[in-house]
């Protein structure tokens, strides 16, 4: 023990630590004080978590990874807005507008880890690797055949893998596979994914995340689906740029076009040149309507005009330096956007946000030398500035999505914000029907709803069974789960929420986390005692066995409430290993909620049926008097 004591920090936080599995780091941490400050740190539940399941990268949460990993396999998928073509995917037949955040079916026995928009439908990953889709993929294909399940999307024949990222845009959606293979689907759910070749790009396959794979030249690290066009970033080659969507073939081969400068990685390459040192390594980016907006490691912002075949080659990357955090701040380090809207954001809490008309303004000053490319104080005209909203300013803000005219705001502590305009009053800002909406904050402008302010969205569970109004806005003031992921696309809206059902999420002391350790696994090798001090116990010698971590069995003790998660199984009874029993309300124990299920789905199959009878007699009549 004092051996590992003499160690620096940093070799333990690195070196040690990420080698241990859930239950051998909280025995470690148990063994003296000097451990016991290692028991949230941040980085390693990170790490767990990101490796165990296929959660997608989140920069800027800082907080809340012990309990994001303990809490996953909870995780339920809310949809609000336009439920045109059954895209919301709720357990019953909606009216067209659904004004406040409802459960939507999920698959059984999985757990959902991202979720993403298109134009049309609502489509989630689940950590077995696979991709369900609500909705239709693009607005003249077909709906989904089973209405109230979601749909699968299929690999194409002779492939077959594992989804490690998905990416929506307006009429396609786009899949990055465990071996590093771009797949796309398009057309409608029901045929199959294509998988996606560069012509003139030598790109290889490995293992996202591996050792091997990570620096390797040709390697591809992230894919985006812009509205109108696809983005892959290929390790060493940059940012490249494709038009093309398949129409049922098994592979599709694009010429595709790179962004100049967008080369440079910090390991070095064959590709490197003065232009791509300059612009810096690609850190995340974009895809919009016809532009393109990326971010480098060192804070830079840079935009494409993305307009068509020809747009990228030979054209430099703009600029945007009002962008950039100041000089007293941290650099940007993440961004986040779709059709018209983008946002950048750094660890600080600053949130800038831009817009199509900006971007490709700003670009075509810089080309045609209308305005410099820089005033002598570092600063572009004015009317390149950001839009800066005072009430997202240091509000520790992790993600913005945006739909056609709305937009969504992820905080850390896991609320919902909304605002801008409601089309039609569908419902995607989830601000409730228009009476509760107004007294929100909203504001009708000509059958539309405008909110000016970011508000909070209340996830109010019971509303379904309220007929007055009144009622819904007081108990919809009560506060419910802990959500870590948004989207919005379209008319519609959505959001991952852990299990609402237990309440506000809480943070548990290692004694409690520790004090439901599973029965089978023998009791832990240490006790609890008053004021929260760990105190050393038997040995773990006179221990039963604990098994080893696998990735089936990521971590086989039991938190504080709920359980600990299993990639691709739901909490349940058997997973508990000891007294612990779900509650009532439970959505996958409790019977009443599976009986009420049920009730919906017989009263949606007896309504198509008399749909059905009403028009074919119909049509008996009209052949009659024909």
């Known amino acids: 023990m004092a051996a590992i004591l003499s160690l620096s920090s940093d070799i ?25 400050s290692f028991t949230n740190d941040q980085v390693y539940w990170r790490k767990l978590t990101t490796s165990t399941f296929r959660l997608p990268s989140q920069p800027l949460r800082e907080e809340g990874w012990k309990e994001l990993y303990k809490n996953l396999a909870t995780a339920k998928v809310f949809t609000w807005g336009s439920n045109q073509g059954d895209r919301l995917g709720h357990s019953y037949r909606q009216r067209y507008t659904v004004p406040i955040p409802q459960e939507a079916i999920t698959p059984d026995g999985e757990v959902i880890v991202d979720i993403v928009s298109g134009g049309w439908s609502i489509t989630f990953l689940t950590a077995s690797g696979r991709v369900y889709t609500h909705g239709q993929i693009s607005e003249y294909s077909f709906a989904n055949a089973a209405h109230l399940r979601p749909s699968m999307l299929q690999f194409p024949p002779n ?9 929506s845009g307006r009429s396609h959606i786009l899949g990055l596979s465990d071996d590093g293979v771009i797949l796309e689907w398009a057309q409608n759910v029901l045929q199959s994914g294509t998988v996606i070749k560069f012509a003139q790009i030598e790109t290889k396959s490995y293992p996202l995340g591996s050792n091997t794979g990570g620096g390797v030249h040709g390697t591809i690290k992230k894919v985006v689906a812009g509205w109108d066009h696809s983005v892959a970033l290929v390790n060493g080659v940059g940012l490249v740029v494709w038009w093309e ?6 592979t599709m081969e694009t010429d595709g076009e790179v962004v100049l400068g ?30 393109l907006v990326f971010l480098t490691t060192s804070g830079k912002v840079f935009a494409m005009d993305t307009r068509g075949p020809g747009s990228v080659t030979e054209t430099y990357p703009t600029q945007l330096f009002n962008f950039s955090a100041p000089a007293d701040e941290r650099p940007m380090s993440y961004i986040s956007g779709s059709f018209n809207k983008f946002a950048v954001f750094n660890n600080d ?47 520790n803000i992790v993600k913005i999505a945006f739909g056609d005219y709305h937009s969504l705001a992820l905080t850390s502590d896991g609320k919902v ?5 409601e089309s039609r009053a569908c419902g995607c800002l989830g601000q409730g029907p228009r009476e509760i909406a107004i007294e929100r904050g909203a504001r009708n402008d000509y059958g539309d709803l405008v909110l000016d302010e970011p508000t909070e969205v209340k996830f109010d569970l019971e509303w379904e069974n309220m007929t007055d109004l009144k009622a819904y806005s007081k108990s919809a003031a009560d506060e419910k789960g802990f959500v870590f992921n948004i989207t919005a696309a379209g008319w519609h809206s959505g959001a991952l929420m852990l299990d609402p059902s237990r309440g506000r999420h809480k943070k548990p002391q290692l004694k409690n986390l520790m004090a439901t350790f599973p029965q089978h696994l023998g009791q832990p090798p240490f006790e609890a005692s008053h004021g929260g001090r760990l105190h050393s116990g038997e040995s773990s010698g006179s221990r039963t066995t604990r098994p080893d971590f696998t990735p089936d069995n990521p971590s086989p003790f039991i938190a504080h409430e709920p359980p600990m998660p299993t990639p691709g199984a739901r909490p349940g009874p058997a997973m ?18 599976e009986a009420r299920r049920q009730a919906r789905l017989a009263a949606a199959r007896q309504e198509d049926e008399e749909e059905t009878r009403a028009r074919n007699q119909s049509n008996r009549n009209s052949c009659t008097t024909s």
């Not at 936080?13 to 000097?34: G, K, Y």
């Not at 910090?266 to 040192?277: I, K, M, N, V, W």
């Not at 831009?354 to 305005?371: H, N, Y």
Request: proline share 6%; glycine share 10%.
């Open 159 to 167: 492939y077959e893998s594992k989804i490690a990222q998905v990416s």
């Open 349 to 395: 809490g600053l949130v800038y946000i831009g817009t199509k008309e900006l971007v490709l303004d700003a670009i075509q000053k810089s080309r045609d030398g209308s305005a410099p490319q820089i005033r002598p104080d570092g600063v572009l005209a004015d009317k390149f500035q950001p839009k800066i909203m005072p009430s997202l300013q240091k509000r």
């Open 417 to 421: 914000l909304s605002w801008g305009t």
């Open 576 to 593: 508990t290993g000891g007294p612990l029993q779900l509650g009532p309300n439970d959505r996958l124990s409790s019977a009443s909620q």
């Open 245 to 250: 969507t398949p129409n049922g073939q098994t």
């Open 12 to 36: 333990i936080l690195q070196s040690i630590l990420p080698l241990l599995s859930p239950v051998d780091f909280l025995s470690l941490c148990s063994a003296c004080r000097a451990f016991h």
């Open 262 to 291: 967008t080369s440079y990685t910090e390991q070095g390459g064959t590709d490197q040149d003065e232009l791509s040192e300059e612009v810096g390594e690609v850190l995340d980016f974009m895809a919009g309507a016809s532009f």
